[in-house]
C-alpha cells in the first residue's frame, strides 16, 4: 500500500464532477485500476487502463494515465449519490507476489445533495 | 455464475480460538488470494495461490495458513486468533495465461472481531 498514494477525502456538490487522483511508483506495472468498494461491501472493478495507454473513457468515467510522473486520475462525470463511495487505486500484476495487485488506502468521496 | 462467495460474514473470536474463512469461486480461475483491509488502509496480501496445490506468502502471512486442494477453493484458517487480526477478509480470483492475467474478482468479504 505505501507505493500507491491517494488523497483521503474528497467532497462533491451532486452534478458536478469528481477528480480523484493516484500516484504510484512501480514503472513496471502493466495495469491500473480504479475499484469502487460501497459501505460493508466488496471491491468492484469499475475500469483499468493499460500502461502504453494515456487515456480510457467509458460512459462517465475517464481514467488518465501520465507514466512519466506515475500519476493516475479518475475523473466522474455528472456525479450521483449513488457514487459515494470509496475508491481504491491498485497497480499490478505483480509477478513477484502472485501477480496479486498493490492498493492504495483508497480515497472516500462524498456527494452531497 | 456466483462468482467468489465467501463465508462467514460476519464473525467475533476470542482470544486464542481458531476459525476457518471459506472463499470458493466457480469461473475456473487458476490463481486466487487472500487480502485483509484494516481500517482506512488499503489491502495487504496475505496468502495466494497460482494453482490446485500450490500456495505461498504475501505481504502479511504470520497467523494465517491457507490450502488449496481444488481449483475452487482457497481456505484461510486462524489458528490461534489475536485482536491484531481484526480486520475485514477479501478473497479473490483471477485467470492466468501464458503472459495474460485478467482482471482479480473479489469476493464481499469477512468482517471478523477478536476480542
Known amino acids: 500500500g505505501e507505493d500507491v498514494e491517494q488523497s483521503l477525502f474528497l467532497s462533491v456538490r451532486e452534478g458536478d464532477s469528481s477528480v480523484i487522483n493516484c500516484t504510484y511508483t512501480?514503472?513496471?506495472?502493466?495495469?491500473l485500476y480504479w475499484y469502487k468498494q460501497e459501505p460493508g461491501a466488496g471491491l468492484q472493478l469499475l475500469t483499468y487502463i493499460f500502461s502504453n495507454m494515456d487515456m480510457k473513457q467509458d460512459q462517465r468515467l475517464t481514467v488518465l494515465l501520465n507514466k512519466k510522473d506515475k500519476h493516475l486520475s479518475l475523473r466522474i462525470a455528472d456525479t450521483q449519490t449513488g457514487d459515494s463511495a470509496i475508491y481504491f487505486c491498485a497497480e499490478g500484476p505483480r509477478s513477484s507476489s502472485g501477480y496479486a495487485l498493490n492498493f492504495g488506502k483508497g480515497t472516500s468521496l462524498l456527494v452531497t445533495p | 455464475n456466483a462468482g467468489v462467495t465467501q463465508t462467514p460474514k460476519f464473525r467475533i473470536l476470542k482470544i486464542g480460538q481458531s476459525m476457518t474463512l471459506q472463499c470458493t469461486q466457480d469461473?475456473?480461475?487458476?490463481?486466487m488470494y487472500w487480502y485483509r483491509q484494516d481500517p482506512g488502509m488499503g489491502l495487504k496480501l496475505i496468502y495466494y495461490s497460482v494453482g490446485a496445490g500450490i500456495t505461498d506468502k504475501g505481504e502479511v502471512p504470520n497467523g494465517y495458513n491457507v490450502s488449496r486442494s481444488t481449483t475452487e477453493d482457497f481456505p484461510l484458517r486462524l489458528e490461534l486468533a489475536a485482536p491484531s487480526q481484526t480486520s475485514v477478509y477479501f478473497c479473490?480470483?483471477?485467470?492466468?495465461?501464458?503472459?495474460?492475467?485478467?482482471?482479480?474478482?473479489f469476493g464481499p468479504g469477512t468482517r471478523l472481531t477478536v476480542l
Open positions: 479473490a480470483s483471477s485467470y492466468r495465461q501464458g503472459t495474460r492475467t485478467d482482471t482479480q474478482y
Open positions: 469461473m475456473n480461475h487458476n490463481y
Open positions: 512501480d514503472s513496471s506495472s502493466t495495469y
